[in-house]
């Protein structure tokens, strides 16, 4: 008898470290589904992100290849209609292929570029002439996730999205989320523009920046949605008896700043309760330059907290937003546990389930919060989990220790679904490693650029690192001092070696291996059309 093909549940969570799930030993916070989860799959210790920033790993995720190979450089660029995407290859081998909840594949705050520090004029954004730019601008609509689309009459749910027959959107974090998902609470008599929102929040004590008691209840918060929405495709699914295979994103935007979990998940924890931040306790390390900035910008009173740019803070905000972070996490394990009790129930067979996060939080490492260029393990490790009906049971709860990137999923996602990646996807398929037939990676290599310009150097940022086994080294474009950390002696990346000549040869060693790296990124497609 035929084995059917593999159908795929891709959990995705926003700004959600490693190490806040109890499966990855956080000693405060309550995550029994996705727990569960790795008890009976496969974690992955070590996994890294392409990019520490929201647009760029989530087109890595959907194509395979890093940031300056698929041109989602920073956020602000969407991902250019060119770039195949595994999904793509899923639907033409006969897959239903389902997005549902955030997707950030393209622009959704409905702003005005920056680029180097100030507002891109229209005339240079929409040039006259189409020689403005080193390249052509895409053709193709990159309007779907505009918060204006859904103020149409005419709107409906997105269709081929990227390779996604359809595309339930939801835009926006905390308890500001809106696209799709403001019609599905408005459906339950919630109107979020009446209850969301800062000027609407309840009375809470929280001096975190960027934290309040939300008045939009459980049953209507954007949580609630994805996992309803979910549970609604997978009951659907088995009542129609199709044998078709499916691959569905279920992609929640919280534990993302703001910190408005609602309900009771907003004091489930307190700040109290968080664990000790070795940056407040520990008195051996001193800032990095680009930390001292922060510092003293927040001592001036002239750090801009409202935004999505990293700055400093105390040890009392520090955990007011840890602890803020801990109640959405758990409202979205038991949205996960939800949807799994479903596809279980459902009977759906052979489903392969997934959860990942696109980055990080600093969450008080370095006394930073949200996230930003300092490539901290916080910010650039995320969760890996993979549960597959297919692995003998006697391997799960296996963790592999050996490196993975985020490009690594697609042609991962591929192999279990029998179908060869396309040339020029530079991942890596991870499946040997589930059952230790391959070693895995040496190294992993982060990119990150921004559009605004970091005061520490006056000009845009752009930092890449490398990280393997045992070390992290980081070039600043524009600061002659790196970074060179031991992961392994120094895991709150405390004491910078870059500097330190007992480790210059391994410095040295590391930077032939990010040099050699780049290289390797260097793109293989369009393939020649002849000898010359």
């Known amino acids: 008898m035929t084995t059917p093909p593999a159908s795929f549940i891709l959990f995705l969570t926003d700004q959600h470290r490693a190490d806040y799930l109890g499966c990855y030993g956080h000693p405060v916070v309550r995550t029994p589904s996705l727990d569960g989860l790795a008890a009976s799959g496969v974690r992955f210790e070590r996994s890294y992100v392409a990019s520490p920033v929201c647009m760029p790993n989530r087109a890595s995720l959907l194509t395979g290849r890093m940031p300056s190979v698929h041109g989602v450089r920073s956020n602000g660029i969407p991902l250019d209609h060119e770039n195949v995407t595994f999904v793509e290859l899923l639907r033409a081998a006969g897959y239903d292929t389902v997005h549902i909840g955030k997707a950030h594949h393209q622009n959704f705050a409905g702003e005005k570029p920056i680029w180097r520090g100030a507002r891109v004029p229209d005339s240079l954004r929409k040039p006259p002439s189409p020689l403005a730019q080193a390249k052509r ?6 309007d779907v996730e505009t918060p204006s689309r859904w103020n149409a009459a005419t709107h409906s749910p997105a269709t081929d999205y990227y390779g996604f027959d359809t595309a339930d959107i939801v835009i926006g974090h905390g308890d500001l989320a809106a696209g799709d998902y403001t019609a599905w609470a408005q459906a339950k008599g919630i109107d979020p523009a009446e209850v969301a929102g800062r000027h609407h929040a309840l009375p809470h004590v929280a001096s975190c920046p960027q934290a ?10 954007s949580t609630t949605c994805i996992a309803e929405r979910a549970v609604d495709f997978l009951r659907t699914r088995a009542a129609s008896g199709s044998d078709r295979p499916f691959f569905l994103v279920v992609s929640f935007p919280d534990p993302h700043h703001p910190f408005t979990p609602p309900g009771k998940y907003w004091d489930m924890y307190g700040a109290n309760d968080m664990p000790p931040l070795q940056a407040f306790s520990s008195a051996d390390w001193a800032p990095s330059r680009y930390v001292s900035h922060l510092i003293h910008e927040r001592a001036a009173g002239t750090a801009k907290v409202e935004g999505h740019a990293p700055f400093a803070v105390s040890e009392q905000e520090a955990r ?10 758990t409202m979205i394990d038991h949205a996960i546990g939800r949807v799994l009790q479903e596809s279980a129930k459902s009977s759906l067979g052979n489903v392969v389930k997934i959860f990942t996060s696109d980055h990080g939080d600093y969450l008080g490492d370095h006394r930073v919060l949200l996230k930003g260029p300092a490539p901290y393990q916080g910010l650039v490790r995320v969760p890996l989990i993979w549960q597959d009906p297919a692995v003998e049971s006697s391997m799960g709860g296996r963790v592999v220790e050996s490196l993975v990137s985020t490009i690594d999923l697609a042609p991962s996602i591929l192999e279990r679904a029998g179908l060869a990646p396309y040339e020029g996807m530079q991942g890596e398929s991870f499946v040997p490693q589930i059952g230790g037939q391959a070693a895995g990676r040496s190294h992993v290599l982060i990119e990150y650029d921004h559009q605004r310009i970091l005061p520490l150097t006056g000009k845009v940022p752009r930092v890449h690192t490398l990280v393997t086994q045992r070390w992290r080294l980081s070039l600043w474009q524009d600061l002659s001092e790196g970074e060179l950390f031991d992961l392994q002696q120094d895991p709150f990346e405390f004491r910078n070696l870059w500097s330190d000549p007992d480790y210059l040869a391994t410095r040295a060693e590391l930077l032939d291996l990010l040099a050699r790296g780049q290289m390797g990124t260097v793109d293989t497609v369009p393939l020649p059309t002849g000898t010359a």
């Open 137 to 142: 601008r895409p053709s193709g609509n990159y």
């Open 320 to 329: 007011e937003a840890q602890a803020l972070t801990c109640g959405s996490i």
């Open 212 to 221: 309040w008691r939300t008045a939009v209840p459980e049953e209507a918060y």
